[in-house]
């Protein structure tokens, strides 16, 4: 009975430090992103280009692709 304890208990203490390192990994992932949504936002915008010709709007749309 007791084997069967230490076994649990090092399952579950393997368990737990894969758990606590899967959250860390995530937290790290979390940051980085966050950091290049603010990198993203703080790039100046640029205009988009001026529609020069003085055809109809048609070949401003790509048709969809069945």
Known sequence: MSAQI??????LAESERRRVAKQQSMSETVQQIEEQVINLTRRPTTSAPED???????????????
């Open 6 to 11: 230490a076994q649990l208990t090092s399952a």
């Open 52 to 66: 020069t010709d003085d055809d109809s709007d048609e070949d401003d749309y790509v048709d969809h692709t069945p």
